[in-house]
Every structure is written in structure tokens, then in C-alpha cells.
């Protein structure tokens, strides 16, 4: 099955130019099709991959594209198939339209698609052949995979690789599940999950936010021409605060997928399927006083750590439609209470008597949904598995927090709420 190895890696000057050099072909050769295939489209013409090969051919044969013979021609291709696939999503209504690149986004990869070696610390690949590229290689490949694809690339003016490996494994089969969880992902607490655990935001991560809207202020009021055919050159204080923003914003990204990371392995190894809910993030965005927050937890990226994570366990995740009432619900009884605002943390149902702590109670009916028992509270599902508002036994956490069975301690809640 096909894995991704991600190993920064440290090339010297001459290869920062020739790396560089690569994300300008890749981006002008994506930008040059997709007009291409624009104005054939006009014309009425068909464009497939076959014609957008041929047409990259008779490019380089010219003598103004001469320049591109400097890269690596197989980068060109993928550049070409990348625009393709960007494409078809947007044909299954999976994405929008294709957008050209731009120079001035602070993420710029290619990606080469055959003769990629790693050893002795370093990754080979076409152009790159000599004395290869230093990575820094914390993570092993297995011996006998076959290594499909690199992808180098730069964020935040740190270069990165990404290696496609397949390790000859099968695909795990879908192992017998024996326990389920439902994840509710919320704003004063990243995740909660139906067996009591909380994973909150993190504090210091959002104090770091707002270090770097500081130092992001004091950027714009440095000396820095905006204007297009302005010669006036940047001030060298401008150009010490970038490094100081950058630097950061490398750090913030960093913690914030480590932790991602790791609620997420300790998510997939303890659980066969996982019930999540799909939330409309970018509605959700709109709303300001809930952005920063919202961002903050990286939900999306959260959801795809997941999903990929379950995969290579053999486990599932089970996406909930984001219209369904997870919160309305009360887990115990099944009635429906109605909307509520956001501040209500806690209810008592009127039917039952039950009082729910609100993210808790969402997490249960979210495990009862994807469980397709949302409607047989209170009898054992087919895969055996308890749906009412039983926790799973002997579920432990090192990221999280375990709280008390039925409602939340105060003193817990105050704590790990957050902005
Ligand atoms: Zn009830």
C-alpha cells in the first residue's frame, strides 16, 4: 500500500537555485496549460493529457522556452499530470474551478516521478544526482518498497520531502470492530469524545496567535514598497521582522500538527470505528467571532490525519452529514430538545430528566448515528458493540483529559475553556 515519508531536508545554495529554478518551470508549465485549455475549450476542443504532452514537446523545442530544458523534464510532466487531476476533481464536483499559481504563495513544490534513492542521509533524484540533497531521515523506508515519487517543497522558507513509498503490503482488511467512538470537535474544547475524553485547545497555542498578530502589526509599519514598479527597496528592519514572523509561524504550524498528530494516533489505535462529523468549516469561518478558533484546531486537516491514519490500521472512519442534529438529541431517551446557542454547555432533558453536558452528549449521538443505532438505544448493535451512553472500557489517554461519567466538573470545564 502506498505510504508518504515527510523528511525536511538542507540543500546548499547551488541547490536552493536549481530547486527554486524547478518551482518556476512547474508553475509556469501548470499556469501556460490551464490557460491552454481554457482557450481551446472556447475553440470547442478537447484537451486530454496525450494532446497537453505533444504541445509540451513543440514548447521546448522553441527558442524563447529554451530555459526549460534546465529542469528536470519528467518535474514538467507531473506539472502537467497535477493539473490534469486538479481537473478531474473539479469535473466530480470534488473542488473549484483550477487556480494559477502564484510566485508569491509561501507554499511552491515539485514533484519528480521516477529514480528517487534515499541513502546515507541524502535523497537522489533527477538533476539532483551528484551528491543528492542532506535530509535529516528520522522515519525508515522499508528495505524492499519501491520509492513511486518525491515531492519537494518550501514552507515558510524551509524545504521539505515528500516521499511516496510502496511497501508491497496489502491493504489491511477491515479488522472485526470491537469498539466505536464518536468524536464531537468543538470550540472551547478541540475534541470530545463519547467515552468522556477531552482534548482541549491549546492554551499556549493560542497565546503564540496572537505574539504572531503582534509582530505581523508591527510588520506593516515597516518600510516596504506594495505598489507594482515602486524601486523602493525594502528596509532592512522590514526584512529582520519577516524573518522574525516567519520563524513564528514555522513554530505555530509545527506544534499544531505535532499535536494534531498525536491525538489522532492515539485515536486510531484505540478505536476500530470512528464516527466524526463532517462540519461546514468554511459556513462556519464566516461567522468572525468564531474564526480564529476555528482555525486554530485545523479540523479539516484533523478529519485527514484520520481517515489515512485508519487506513493503514485497518480501521473506519464513519463521516456524519453535518446536517444531523448531534446536539439537539439527548442521547439518553432519544427526544428532541431543539436548537440551542452556543453558551448553553449544559441541559437537562425534559423527558428524562437527564442532564447532558452539551459537546459529551453531541459526541454519544454521534457514535449512535454512525452506528446506525441512533433509533435502537439501549440494545446491543450487530457488531456488539453497547450504543447508549456506556464508555468504552479500559480507554486511556496521555493528550486528553478523562472526565467525570454524567455531567463535567466545573472546575474542569473552566480550565480548558478557551478564548
Ligand atoms: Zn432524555
Not at 536552493?16 to 499556469?31: A, Q
Not at 470512528?274 to 459556513?283: A, R, W, Y
Not at 496521555?398 to 454524567?406: D, P, Q
Given at each position: 500500500?502506498?505510504?508518504?515519508?515527510?523528511?525536511?531536508?538542507?540543500?546548499?545554495?547551488?541547490?536552493?537555485?536549481?530547486?527554486?529554478?524547478?518551482?518556476?518551470?512547474?508553475?509556469?508549465?501548470?499556469?501556460?496549460f490551464l490557460d491552454f485549455r481554457q482557450k481551446e475549450y472556447v475553440k470547442g476542443k478537447k484537451v486530454?493529457?496525450?494532446?497537453?504532452?505533444?504541445?509540451?514537446?513543440?514548447?521546448?523545442?522553441?527558442?524563447?522556452?529554451?530555459?526549460?530544458?534546465?529542469?528536470?523534464?519528467?518535474?514538467?510532466?507531473?506539472?502537467?499530470?497535477?493539473?490534469?487531476?486538479?481537473?478531474?476533481?473539479?469535473?466530480?464536483?470534488?473542488?473549484?474551478?483550477?487556480?494559477?499559481?502564484?510566485?508569491?504563495?509561501?507554499?511552491?513544490?515539485?514533484?519528480?516521478?521516477?529514480?528517487?534513492?534515499?541513502?546515507?542521509?541524502?535523497?537522489?533524484?533527477?538533476?539532483?544526482?551528484?551528491?543528492?540533497?542532506?535530509?535529516?531521515?528520522?522515519?525508515?523506508?522499508?528495505?524492499?518498497?519501491?520509492?513511486?515519487?518525491?515531492?519537494?517543497?518550501?514552507?515558510?522558507?524551509?524545504?521539505?520531502?515528500?516521499?511516496?513509498?510502496?511497501?508491497?503490503?496489502?491493504?489491511?482488511?477491515?479488522?472485526?470492530?470491537?469498539?466505536?467512538?464518536?468524536?464531537?470537535?468543538?470550540?472551547?474544547?478541540?475534541?470530545?469524545?463519547?467515552?468522556?475524553?477531552?482534548?482541549?485547545?491549546?492554551?499556549?497555542?493560542?497565546?503564540?496567535?496572537?505574539?504572531?498578530?503582534?509582530?505581523?502589526?508591527?510588520?506593516?509599519?515597516?518600510?516596504?514598497?506594495?505598489?507594482?514598479?515602486?524601486?523602493?527597496?525594502?528596509?532592512?528592519?522590514?526584512?529582520?521582522?519577516k524573518a522574525k514572523v516567519q520563524k513564528l509561524h514555522t513554530k505555530v504550524y509545527n506544534q499544531r500538527?505535532?499535536?494534531?498528530?498525536?491525538?489522532?494516533?492515539?485515536?486510531?489505535?484505540?478505536?476500530?470505528?470512528?464516527?466524526?462529523?463532517?462540519?461546514?468549516?468554511?459556513?462556519?469561518?464566516?461567522?468572525?467571532?468564531?474564526?480564529?478558533?476555528?482555525?486554530?484546531?485545523?479540523?479539516?486537516?484533523?478529519?485527514?490525519?484520520?481517515?489515512?491514519?485508519?487506513?493503514?490500521?485497518?480501521?473506519?472512519?464513519?463521516?456524519?452529514?453535518?446536517?444531523?442534529?448531534?446536539?439537539?438529541?439527548?442521547?439518553?431517551?432519544?427526544?428532541?430538545?431543539?436548537?440551542?446557542?452556543?453558551?448553553?454547555?449544559?441541559?437537562?432533558?425534559?423527558?428524562?430528566?437527564?442532564?447532558?453536558?452539551?459537546?459529551?452528549?453531541?459526541?454519544?449521538?454521534?457514535?449512535?448515528?454512525?452506528?446506525?443505532?441512533?433509533?435502537?438505544?439501549?440494545t446491543a448493535g450487530t457488531v456488539g458493540i453497547q450504543a447508549c451512553g456506556v464508555p468504552s472500557d479500559?480507554?486511556?489517554?496521555?493528550?486528553?483529559?478523562?472526565?467525570?461519567?454524567?455531567?463535567?466538573?466545573?472546575?474542569?470545564?473552566?480550565?480548558?475553556?478557551?478564548?
Open positions: 500500500m502506498l505510504k508518504a515519508y515527510k523528511y525536511r531536508i538542507y540543500p546548499t545554495k547551488a541547490q536552493i537555485t536549481l530547486i527554486e529554478k524547478h518551482f518556476g518551470c512547474s508553475r509556469f508549465i501548470y499556469n501556460y486530454n493529457y496525450n494532446t497537453t504532452q505533444a504541445e509540451l514537446t513543440k514548447l521546448k523545442n522553441l527558442d524563447e522556452y529554451k530555459w526549460l530544458n534546465e529542469v528536470g523534464s519528467q518535474s514538467l510532466q507531473m506539472a502537467i499530470r497535477n493539473l490534469d487531476s486538479a481537473f478531474s476533481k473539479f469535473f466530480k464536483k470534488k473542488s473549484g474551478y483550477p487556480k494559477y499559481k502564484s510566485k508569491k504563495q509561501t507554499h511552491q513544490s515539485f514533484t519528480a516521478p521516477q529514480n528517487i534513492k534515499v541513502a546515507n542521509n541524502r535523497v537522489y533524484l533527477p538533476k539532483f544526482t551528484k551528491d543528492g540533497i542532506k535530509l535529516k531521515y528520522h522515519r525508515d523506508i522499508p528495505t524492499n518498497a519501491i520509492l513511486k515519487q518525491a515531492t519537494i517543497s518550501r514552507q515558510n522558507n524551509q524545504y521539505f520531502v515528500s516521499i511516496l513509498v510502496d511497501d508491497n503490503m496489502p491493504i489491511p482488511k477491515p479488522i472485526k470492530a470491537k469498539n466505536a467512538v464518536g468524536l464531537d470537535m468543538g470550540i472551547e474544547n478541540f475534541i470530545i469524545t463519547s467515552d468522556y475524553v477531552i482534548y482541549p485547545n491549546q492554551k499556549h497555542f493560542i497565546k503564540q496567535q496572537k505574539k504572531l498578530k503582534k509582530l505581523q502589526r508591527r510588520l506593516s509599519r515597516k518600510q516596504y514598497s506594495r505598489k507594482k514598479g515602486d524601486t523602493t527597496l525594502k528596509s532592512n528592519n522590514y526584512i529582520k521582522q500538527k505535532d499535536y494534531l498528530h498525536k491525538i489522532s494516533n492515539e485515536i486510531t489505535n484505540q478505536y476500530d470505528i470512528i464516527c466524526v462529523e463532517t462540519l461546514n468549516v468554511k459556513g462556519m469561518i464566516k461567522n468572525k467571532r468564531l474564526s480564529k478558533s476555528i482555525a486554530d484546531v485545523a479540523w479539516s486537516e484533523f478529519i485527514r490525519q484520520l481517515e489515512y491514519k485508519s487506513s493503514w490500521k485497518g480501521k473506519t472512519v464513519l463521516k456524519i452529514d453535518k446536517w444531523f442534529p448531534s446536539s439537539q438529541l439527548c442521547s439518553n431517551c432519544g427526544a428532541n430538545s431543539g436548537k440551542k446557542p452556543l453558551n448553553i454547555r449544559k441541559w437537562t432533558c425534559k423527558e428524562c430528566g437527564y442532564t447532558h453536558n452539551r459537546d459529551i452528549n453531541a459526541s454519544v449521538n454521534i457514535r449512535n448515528y454512525g452506528l446506525g443505532q441512533i433509533d435502537n438505544r439501549n479500559g480507554i486511556t489517554t496521555a493528550y486528553g483529559v478523562v472526565v467525570s461519567h454524567g455531567s463535567m466538573k466545573q472546575e474542569a470545564q473552566s480550565s480548558l475553556a478557551v478564548g
